[in-house]
């Protein structure tokens, strides 16, 4: 279900019979048609099992589904809004940033450290972003949220890419990541904090950016 971006802090779905779409509860801008929002109690596409995997990791951001005929307008807090196409691969996002997505993609929970192993633990601790993220798999759109505009840069095998962890949206593909200490990085740009962390995002895929270090 494509989205249709407004501007750059609204997005529009269009809701057909037979096809249904999550949202974060509270996105709903304004509709046209026959179209219904409910409260979503099964997790999403991954059913009972992702739900309760998202409780236990703290990913249960409340989402509505959204079903009927007509059109729906999306926005939250006057965020940023990135609209991502998934062909198959897998989106890594954390929960409090997802607006909308189709509700054919697969929705699970995964644990950071077993990306990062210790060092992807170590993000959580030291960024404040949860140990574990949310996974959407399939064919379809996202809608992400975010400060100041998103970029997306893409990784290869030949040149990884070094991210700020509190700049960092989201990312897709075959990425692993780890988080390693850059001394003087910080000072080298003038926002020296006495700590440097970079994350570092290797192998085939991509990864969103926001242009801004404030968490949603």
């Not at 998934?86 to 607006?99: H, I, M, P």
């Not at 929970?109 to 399939?138: D, E, H, I, P, W």
């Not at 759109?141 to 040149?159: D, F, R």
Request: charged share 15%; net charge negative.
């Amino acid at each position: 279900m494509p989205f249709r971006e407004v501007n750059s802090k609204m997005v529009e779905a269009t809701v057909t019979p037979g096809q249904r779409l999550f949202s974060q509860r509270g996105a709903m801008l304004a509709y046209r048609g026959e179209v219904s929002f409910t409260p979503n109690v099964q997790g999403g596409q991954g059913g009972l099992m992702s739900m309760v995997g998202r409780r236990v990791a703290g990913e249960a951001t409340p989402l509505m589904t959204v079903e009927g005929s007509g059109t729906v307008m999306f926005g939250h807090g006057g965020h940023h809004i990135e609209v991502i196409n998934l062909a198959g691969d897998t989106l890594y996002v954390e929960a409090d940033r997802l607006l909308a997505f189709d509700g054919t993609l697969e929705q699970g929970t995964m644990f950071m450290g077993a990306q990062g192993g210790v060092m992807g633990m170590v993000r959580g601790q030291v960024t404040g972003q949860g140990l574990f993220t949310t996974t959407l798999k399939g064919h379809g759109a996202v809608a992400v949220m975010a400060h100041g505009g998103v970029v997306e840069i893409p990784i290869t095998p030949q040149a990884p890419v070094h991210v700020d962890p509190q700049a960092y949206v989201a990312h897709h593909g075959d990425v692993r990541n780890k988080l390693s200490t850059a001394l003087g990085w910080r000072d080298m740009v003038g926002r020296g904090s006495g700590e440097a962390f970079q994350l570092e995002l290797s192998g085939s895929g991509a990864v969103y950016v926001q242009a801004s270090e404030e968490k949603l």
